[in-house]
């Protein structure tokens, strides 16, 4: 029995979608969560409380505007609005742990929908049938580029070497139950790396596949610069194993050293002369070099430590968005506004 009670029968489902400058997308995105999850609670697979959570991640443009608007519209919408911005993985935490307590199970998803909505109905289902954490694992990488593909499939692998635990091309598109979601908010890191954090949870899991699709407006908010960030933060956050790699190069580059030193001792006893200046000049900034990448490695490590024991907040939120007007415990009860947001919420023309 769970020592948190969930419904797995009808259950409140809340979609956490962090969003930062995504007017662009947030009309289209709006429109086909709605209808997604209406037809969820018209086949009476979730509950009619469930709603649409849009987490506002500091947008510079007309994003928060547009989600009060269809927080105001339609009772199945939400907004959150963080104080400042505060990258996507913060994000994403700000917006489960609002709906922490409010929901039998949460589903995280990007703004842009390049993962497939329809995996949803697999992941609901896959909770009622006693998963805690449903994962969404893209079926290829067909779509990609050749370069895209090969550093993601390489980061993955690179990660399990390293010692952290992932789910092999699987990103933040995934389902927590309400128990899952109360063990994260137990982990308190200030460098966060969700797709680190969630296996070690542990519970019962599940993955449903799916095929990713194109962007199909605005721009991408990972470009590579951010991808190398994230993937740095998950090795030096979730392993150690850079410092025990660089402790057995330091051995070994001492080994080689005293071996050639040897050998230059033997070469001054038979021959009476020394030769090979450079390849000595060589060896003492190669060493110097891997002293500097030791301290570097260090330093990182010791930065990464620094920001945990400040143990500083991770986010505010500055203002919840639901409508006042409209009882918020039957979203079946409101009449279904037009799938389109009126003009009003339309960014303007430049």
Known sequence: ????????????????????????????TAKRMRAKLRGLIAEKKISPRSRIM???????????????TLAHADPLFAGVKLSRNRGHQNAVLAGLMTARGKCDCAISIDADLQDDINAIDGMVADFCAGSDIVYGVRSSRDTDTFFKRFTAEGYYHVMQRMGVELVFNHADY????????????SYREVNLFLRG???????????????RTERFAGESKYPLKKMLALAWDGITSFSLRPVSMLIGLGLLITGGSLIAGLVLLIIQLVTGSLTGTA??????????????????LTGEYIGKIYEEVKDRPRYFIEAVSLDPGIEKEDVSKAVPPSDEISESTQPEEQ
């Open 1 to 28: 029995m769970d020592l948190i009670k969930q419904n797995r029968d009808c259950p409140v489902l809340y979609v956490v979608v962090p969003c930062y400058n995504e007017e662009e997308v947030l009309p289209e």
């Open 54 to 68: 849009f987490v506002n991640d500091g947008s510079r443009d007309r994003t928060w505007e547009m989600i009060e």
């Open 197 to 211: 954090i969630v296996p070690q949870i542990g519970y019962k899991t599940s993955t449903v596949t799916y095929a």
């Open 174 to 185: 995934r389902l927590m139950s309400a128990r899952a979601l109360e063990a994260l908010s």
């Open 279 to 296: 390849a000595i000049l060589f060896s003492i900034w190669l060493a110097c070099g891997l002293i500097l990448c030791g301290l570097g």
